[in-house]
């Protein structure tokens, strides 16, 4: 069972470490394999890990420790892998999507000039989120927190030579060092009071009120900046530079689910702060709506499903923010599937049009690619949860737990969720009656290309299709009226509480809700977008307001930048040219004339220095007579 | 009262003795820094050291006065004849040249000095410094320093060795004629 | 202990180094100044074998065996510098030798 999981976690760093070494002395495509390969070796050790566990009575987890990492004190870190329900979940979720993923980069990134480089990194990517998800104490998860960052930072900025992508990845990467130190702050109230970061069985328990809120908060802080939660939501849409594969790696299976695991693994604490875990679900129940309404106006197809990425995890954060950690879990599942298909059939769409982004551009494109049209369709049912697509078995859940509440922010929660299926139906279909049906726009026609008479290399094809079927089949595996295994499967690692676990009224009448939610939605993008039947509502407010992104960009630009930036112009005004500027033409202009003067001393007749030397030896002298 | 006399009678000569040799050693010592022929000044030189040997013996150090006679008057001042003879005459007037301050200075510097332990002894002559007894027949023979030396002092031996060494190589190399010149 | 007092060999030392320290100072000639310096020595070892004569310590007469030797390495160099200057038909005037004037 640790064998596994630590296969698990190695195999992408040893891809990464032997694509790095050999360097330019393998093929392009060798470098592609072997970081396809450690993944999917990943995964095998994830199955292993998951088999074992599984066979093994009760499925606790259980710790396995390489060797004590950090000791300070009182204070002990393993490098220590914990192998639970959870974490094996994480584990197969990030392998084995991740490989897919991996796999269609190799036809994506073809004839890119830096594969090698972004075959590295990826698997990098890959090892730091098994880091994240494995570690045994949260100063490892911490670790593989800060790796995601950083590779993260390095994948978006990946081509290097757009300013855009540059300045984009330092967004997020600034974005989420935020949320990284107020997770350490977290850290340091936790190690301070309990001596322990380890995910021992109900560990943090036993803080003050005070020290648990503040530890809730500080994590709160971290998982919504990894997760593009507001106020910390900012650096999603613009790490859309990076190449389409990462996008789908990123904002699928791995990086923004991350504070959602993290709310899960941590859920001891959460629970001690149920204000902080309710304002995570607050959180999210905001951001899922923002994030729908902005999503209503982009006209760059990443950035669409971008935002409803960023409103699916609204979903997540609020079912695992009222208690329902296994349907957040779920529905992290599900979106992993249908989410990766989406940002890869939209890479596809991109590759035939040659790097084309814009749906304006892109009417009938499903006449040309037709392969692409049905996965995408199925991708887009499952986000708006319509039955029997994944999406509609893992959202329904999260919804109908808000409504078993019973509590006036709980109805506030339900009528949010209901609303944002409303607009994932409105959004995800006015990209779909843009992009794919009718005639071909002249500009597609110009444009489209195919790859050897398909519509893409197969190593992006079998991806796309492994995923159009599990987006489709793989909520199948729990609808919680009926049959629960998932659940069932977290519940020693994170149970989900009883003010948050649905009746079977509030399953259905929620499902029916949602469903007839998404279908409305999905009638008013019909009516909009194919029939033109109804007009798009005047509001140049609103709509500036949207494009704007609710002009977050902005408030901090004018919060943040300006006043800094005004800062340090003062300084360089008021102290820098006074100041240092003066000093300095000043001390140089001194050290001369000194240096002018004593210059004369310098005769260079040997007997004057010797002289000196006797006259020190003369005052020495003298002085010690003196104090003698 | 017999061992008595010849007691004052052994030191008054002893004590002209000293005088003849402090004479003999500040004058020769005068003479070295003042001929202006280099040639006269290490002549001088084997003066003031053979002079400063017999106070050594008076001091029981016979065997750093033979050693005195034998290093410095047989050996070093001998290299130095030949370097002057090898260099050929040079005159110079030895009060004389540079800047006078440099002069007026180096007279002040050197007399500070010397007014310095002047006093500085003084201030321990009629405490610590006051003479005591005798010692006994070993001190200073060679036998004794050799033991001293050897067992003692083993280790500043070794490197009084390995500076000597040094020394020798860089002489050569200093004097050596294949030496290629810049 | 016949004859005069260790402070009065101290003393003769004394002279001694201020007369090797005015040769240092005021000689131009190369050669001269090497001998000034032996005065100086020497002046120290009268110092270091009075002063073992008072202690009853052996140490000091040691202690003027090395500064022999030291003296015998440094006339070795002070003369080998001398050759080479020589060598190169340069001044072994001191005053001449000012390539470091500031």
């Known amino acids: 069972m640790t064998g596994g999981a630590w296969l698990c976690l190695l195999a992408p760093l040893g891809g990464t470490s032997l694509i790095t070494l050999c360097g330019t002395r393998i093929p392009r495509v060798a470098a592609a394999w072997i970081a396809t390969t450690s993944v999917f070796v990943a ?73 090698r480089r972004y075959f590295a990194y990826i698997s990098f990517f890959v090892f730091s989120m098994l880091l994240l998800v494995e570690g045994g104490n949260l100063l490892l998860l911490l670790a593989g927190w800060g790796l995601v960052g950083l590779s993260s930072y390095l994948l978006i900025g990946f081509w290097h030579e757009r300013p855009s992508a540059v300045e984009a990845a330092k967004k997020a990467f600034v974005m989420n060092a935020f949320g990284d130190a107020t997770m350490a702050l977290a850290f340091f109230i936790l190690i301070a009071h309990t001596h322990s970061l380890s995910f021992v069985s109900g560990f943090g328990v036993g803080l003050s009120p005070t020290a648990v809120n503040l530890v809730a908060l500080g994590l709160l802080g ?3 900046a990894k997760s593009a939660q507001i106020p910390l939501q900012t650096w999603l849409p613009d790490a859309m530079e990076g190449p389409t594969p990462v996008s789908a790696l990123i904002h699928a ?104 982004q814009d749906i304006r551009n892109m009417r009938g494109l499903g006449r040309l690619m037709p392969f692409t049209k049905w996965c995408f369709l199925a991708g887009a049912l499952a ?22 509440l019973g509590t006036w922010y709980g109805w506030i929660f339900w009528v949010c969720g209901i609303a944002g299926a409303f607009l994932t139906g409105l959004y995800t279909f006015r990209l779909w009656f843009l992009v794919f049906p009718g005639e071909p726009s002249p500009f597609v026609r110009e444009h489209h290309h195919k790859h050897h008479g398909r519509e893409g290399a197969w190593t992006m094809l079998v991806p796309v299709g492994v995923l159009a079927v599990l987006a489709t089949v793989g909520g199948w595996l729990q609808w919680s009226p009926q049959w629960h295994p998932f659940s069932d499967w977290l519940e020693p690692a994170a149970r989900t509480l009883a003010v948050a676990a649905p009746t079977n009224t509030q ?35 609103w709509r500036r307001t949207l494009e704007h992104k609710f002009w977050f960009d902005e408030l901090y630009d004018a919060v943040f930048y300006k006043p800094t930036a005004a800062f340090a112009a003062a300084l360089r005004r008021e102290f820098e040219e006074p100041v240092v500027l003066q000093t300095g033409p000043d001390l140089g202009r001194t050290t001369l004339e000194t240096g002018g003067f004593v210059r004369r001393i310098q005769t260079g007749l040997l007997r004057t220095y010797v002289l000196f030397l006797a006259a020190g030896a003369a005052g020495v002298v003298l002085a010690f007579l003196i104090a003698k | ?148 030396f050897l067992i003692d002092h083993l280790l500043a031996f070794e490197i009084t060795s390995v500076v000597l060494l040094i020394a020798a190589v860089g002489g050569v190399i200093l004097g050596s004629h294949t030496r290629r010149t810049a | 202990m016949l004859g005069p007092d260790v402070a009065w060999y101290v003393a003769v030392a004394a002279v001694l180094f201020g007369i090797g320290a005015l040769g240092v100072l005021i000689r131009r000639n190369t050669l001269v100044v090497l001998l000034s310096l032996e005065l100086m020595l020497n002046a120290g070892n009268l110092a270091l074998i009075a002063l073992s004569r008072h202690w009853h310590n052996g140490s000091g007469q040691i202690f003027a065996l090395a500064v022999m030797a030291v003296a015998a390495s440094e006339v070795c160099v002070g003369l080998g510098l001398v050759v080479a200057l020589n060598r190169r038909r340069l001044s072994l005037d001191v005053d001449t030798l000012s390539e470091l004037r500031g």
């Not at chain 2, 370097?83 to 006078?100: D, K, L, N």
């Not at chain 2, 510097?109 to 002559?125: D, K």
């Open chain 1, 222 to 224: 971290g998982a919504a």
């Open chain 1, 383 to 404: 986000l708006v949860g319509i039955p029997p697509f994944s999406g509609f078995f893992s959202k329904d859940s999260i919804v109908a737990s808000t409504a078993a």
């Open chain 2, 1 to 148: 009262m017999s061992t008595l006399v010849a007691a004052s009678a052994g030191n008054v000569l002893v004590w002209i003795v000293w005088v003849v040799a402090v004479f003999s050693c500040l004058g020769s010592g005068i003479a070295v820094i003042t001929f202006s022929n280099p040639f006269y000044s290490a002549l001088a030189l084997i003066g003031n050291l053979g002079s400063l040997a017999v106070m050594y013996l008076l001091l029981s150090a016979e065997f750093v006065a033979a050693a005195q006679v034998l290093v410095y008057a047989g050996a070093v001042v001998v290299m130095f004849l030949f370097v002057i003879a090898y260099v050929g005459p040079r005159r110079e007037t030895p009060w004389s040249g540079g800047p006078s301050w440099q002069t007026v200075g180096a007279v002040g510097a050197a007399g500070a000095l010397l007014v310095e332990i002047v006093v500085a002894v003084g201030m321990q002559a009629n405490g610590s410094l006051h003479s005591d007894g005798r010692v006994g027949a070993a001190f200073g023979t060679p036998a004794w320093v050799g033991r001293v």
């Open chain 1, 507 to 541: 399953e259905y009448y929620t499902s029916v809700a949602t469903v007839l939610a998404g279908l409305a939605g999905i009638a008013v993008a019909w009516a909009i977008y194919s029939e033109r039947k109804l007009a798009i509502p005047a509001a140049p407010f």
């Open chain 1, 43 to 115: 995964f095998g050790g994830a199955v292993w890990a998951f088999v074992s566990l599984r066979s093994q009575n009760g499925h606790r987890g259980e710790f396995t420790t390489a060797w004590t990492w950090l000791e300070s004190g009182n204070f002990h870190a393993g490098l220590q892998l914990f192998v639970d329900p959870l974490s094996t979940v994480m584990m197969l979720i990030v392998s084995g999507v991740g490989g897919l993923i991996v796999l269609y980069s190799i036809g994506y990134m073809d004839g890119d000039d830096e594969e």
């Open chain 1, 253 to 356: 299976a791995t990086m923004v689910t991350a504070g959602v695991y993290l709310i899960a693994r941590t859920h001891f604490i959460f629970e001690q702060a149920r204000t902080v875990e309710l304002i995570a679900a607050g959180t999210g129940a905001l951001t899922l709506l923002v994030a729908g309404l902005i999503a209503l106006v982009q006209v760059d197809i990443k950035r669409v499903i971008a935002y409803s990425t960023m409103s699916q995890i609204g979903y997540m954060f609020l079912g695992a923010g009222v208690g329902a950690y296994s349907s957040g879990m779920f529905h992290l599942m599900t979106h992993a599937f249908f989410k990766a298909l989406l940002f890869m059939t939209a890479g596809l769409a991109i590759h035939a049009l040659a790097g084309e």
